[in-house]
Each structure stands twice: as C-alpha cells, then as structure tokens.
C-alpha cells in the first residue's frame, strides 16, 4: 500500500501547496474550488515525478529555516551595499573578481541550493560549477580582498548548508 500512495502522493507537501494556490487565486472559496486545487494537487506532482530527483537525505527543515532567515538578511544588506557602490565608487576604480570556491558539499540539491544563494546575493553571481562538481566559480562585483569573500561564502553559507543535508 505504501508504494500506492507514493506514486499517487510522490511530493505530498507540493500537492497540498498547490491546492492552497489554487485556492488563493480565485475571487473567492468553494468546496468545488477547493476539490479541484486538491485534484490538480494530485495530479500535477504524479505527471511530474518521474523528472524530480529523489529527495536528499538527512534534510532538516529547522536549520533550513534558520538559514533562510540568514539569506534574507543577507539580500537586504547586500542590496543596500550594492547600491552604495553603484552611487559612489566610479567604474574606474571597480574591483571585480572572479573567485573559485572549493566545496566540501557534495548532494547535488545542497550545491544547487549554495548556488542560488550566491546569486541571490546581490553583488554576487555562480557563473560554473567544475566539472566533477567540487567548486563553484563565483563572480564578485567589488572587493578589496577575494580570499575574504570565498571564506565567507564558506563559513556563512556551506558550513549552514552542510548541516541543512547531513
């Protein structure tokens, strides 16, 4: 029975945010709306799931959270950085800088998740991923000091992360 319900339910979580969006965007509630958000919530993960990966390991949702919040943050001040240098440092005097960033992270979905953070991360952009999959090469709009902004990179954001996926 379980292998049932995984096939029919492979992502419960995403079945039951995309009934929750159906829902959210119609002018209004009704159980037939919310009957059909379920059905496409059923429907939609069972169609796709052969495309997902399989889920990672030792994933903890509490450090995730935690670490989101961190990112969060980090956006806002990195926005406010960004800005001050577009406004007062002339391009002449830009420091742009391609870094490597070795990885100790190795679960695909932790590296994407790294990655993404990185150019979310305004003043920063993943631009490659080695070929065996053990460094991100990383470009950075201004710094004085490349080295600093890898060991950043690692300590605030892969050391979270590798505890996210042990």
């Not at 509490?62 to 919040?69: A, D, F, L, R, T």
């Not at 490597?100 to 952009?125: D, H, N, R, Y």
Request: charged content about 15%; aromatic content about 8%; proline content about 7%.
């Amino acid at each position: 029975m379980t292998g049932f319900l995984h096939r029919l339910f492979p992502h419960p979580l995403l079945t039951l945010l995309l009934a929750l969006v159906w829902v959210l965007l119609q002018n209004e509630v009704t159980a037939g709306m919310v009957v059909f958000g379920l059905i496409l919530g059923v429907i939609i993960p069972a169609m796709t799931a052969v495309w997902w990966p399989d889920r990672p390991s030792g994933f903890r949702l509490g450090k995730m959270m935690s670490y989101s919040v961190i990112v969060i943050w980090d956006i806002i001040v990195a926005n406010i950085q960004v800005a001050w240098i577009v406004l007062t440092v002339p391009n002449s005097k830009l420091k742009p800088a391609w870094i490597v960033v070795p990885l100790e992270l190795t679960q695909p979905e932790a590296i994407t998740v790294l990655a993404g953070t990185i150019t979310l991360t305004p003043g920063t952009v993943s631009s490659d991923l080695s070929t065996e999959g053990r460094s991100l090469l990383v470009h950075v709009l201004h710094t004085d000091d490349p080295d600093a902004v890898r060991d950043e990179i690692k300590t605030r954001y892969e050391r979270r992360l590798l505890e996210v996926f042990s």
